[in-house]
């Protein structure tokens, strides 16, 4: 029997790694901005057209590569960021395993300008993982990526690719964890020639007013504990500007954006008594903690984290909600020994002063007309004998005519002694 297990070449293999990495046009937007981050850069700027299907440019100010660097950031496992097994537990930067890159122009067009500050430049040219061009060029210091067409040579995902709004709306999110965790860095998101974001280097509060709105600074409460475990600080929603869609949710550790499950329950258990079943707080907290307590090597896009000391974080971060919201009178309460109650009016034991400069005020009591004491009494007598008489003859004559006489005759009556 001849042997059948044969290795795959690069090129299928980064393809496979794509499918892992490279899920859409967003995911390439991560890694490329996450590169710059790594790199230095003080400001960075992303270009996007036709929501990432025809080019996703970012541009960065950082170190740059030089030429042998440039070639060998495409290779696969290639990475200046580890050298070791035992450093992926000592991780300080975004990018660490050297597939990004590889599994990017394994399924795109790639063509790239960098530059060092003391080399010359240099651009290159990739095409479906095979390097068509590389040769020097005057740029500035930094690099400028561009990815055109993505998933060119594999129709099944670019079919499957979703609507411009949506893929842009998946751009944009992650535009907005990538801005939320780099507050010291300008960021430009520009879509189809149109500036959709241009913020600069500010503090937490200020970058998560420019991203989500000017009036959310004023729903938010800080949060912050100390510990030898952890270094907690962020911002937690008052529960009155809790949402039922599309709550803003996020949690970053290191500087790094995660999906935690466990911190997310805690919060939410902070808010037990003082929110609906169908709404959510809004919520931004950072964690910090040493790089050899945490496990960030366990998803291909680095989204979920394992913490070692897992339990007591939480502990530390529900207490440091609930202190935050009780000291901010986020939680109601109930004063039992109010001493210095106002009285109301209307329970007073004294009866209230009028005003003194009331114009409306009458100087004097009004007075009231003289009346008579004894009026003139009626002759009931005479009333009733006429009455009598009357309805004697009533029952001889037309009862229903006399009727009615009687009763205008008390009508006016009684109407000449209102007159009186």
């Known amino acids: 029997m001849s042997d059948i297990i044969k290795l795959l070449p690069d090129s299928v293999a980064n393809q496979i790694a794509a ?128 990815v055109k067409n993505l998933f060119y040579n594999v129709p099944a995902r670019r079919k499957f690719l979703k609507k411009d709004a949506v893929e842009m709306a998946a751009i944009t999110r992650e535009f907005e964890r990538l801005a939320l965790v780099n507050t010291g860095i300008d960021f430009t998101l520009i879509h189809n020639d149109v500036t959709i974001f241009s913020l600069r280097r500010s503090t937490e509060l200020r970058r998560i007013a420019d991203l989500f709105g000017k009036n959310l600074d004023k729903q938010l409460i800080p949060v912050e504990a100390s510990t030898s475990l952890v270094e907690l600080r962020g911002f937690v929603g008052l529960p009155e500007y809790a949402r039922r869609r599309n709550p803003l949710q996020y949690l970053t550790v290191n500087g790094r ?12 258990e902070c808010y037990e008594g003082l929110l609906g079943p169908d709404v959510q707080p809004n919520y931004f907290i950072d964690f910090k903690v040493d790089p050899s307590t945490i496990d960030v090597n366990i998803h291909p896009t680095k989204n979920e984290i394992k913490f070692e000391n897992e339990l007591a974080i939480r502990q530390i971060l529900v207490a440091a909600i609930k202190e935050s919201l009780g000291r901010f009178n986020a939680v109601p309460s109930i004063d039992f020994e109010a001493a210095d109650v106002p009285d109301i009016p209307a329970f007073a034991s004294k009866p209230v002063a009028p005003c003194a400069d009331n114009p409306f005020a009458a100087t004097e009591p009004p007075r009231v007309p003289d009346r008579p004491v004894a009026r003139e009494t009626e002759n009931w007598d005479r009333f009733y004998d006429a009455f009598n008489s009357r309805r004697a003859k009533c029952r001889s004559n037309r009862p229903e005519k006399c009727f009615r006489a009687n009763l205008n005759s008390m009508a006016r009556l009684r109407h000449r002694r209102r007159c009186r």
């Open 19 to 146: 499918g892992e990495v490279i899920q859409r046009p967003a995911s390439v937007v991560k890694e490329l901005v996450e590169n710059a981050v790594d790199a230095g850069a003080s400001a960075v700027t992303i270009v996007v057209k036709d929501a990432g299907r025809t080019l996703i440019q970012v541009i960065d100010n950082g170190r740059g590569m030089s030429d042998t660097d440039a070639r060998m950031a495409f290779e696969r496992h290639a990475t200046s960021k580890i050298s070791a097994a035992d450093d992926l537990f000592g991780l300080t930067t975004m990018g660490f395993r050297g597939e990004a890159l590889a599994s990017i122009c394994a399924v795109a067009r790639v063509e790239v300008r960098t530059k060092t500050k003391d080399a010359a430049g240099t651009r290159l040219v990739i095409n479906g993982s095979e390097v068509e061009s590389q040769k020097p060029e005057s740029a500035a210091t930094g690099t400028n990526m561009q």
């Open 257 to 268: 954006n995660m999906r935690h499950p466990v911190f997310h329950k805690a919060v939410l």
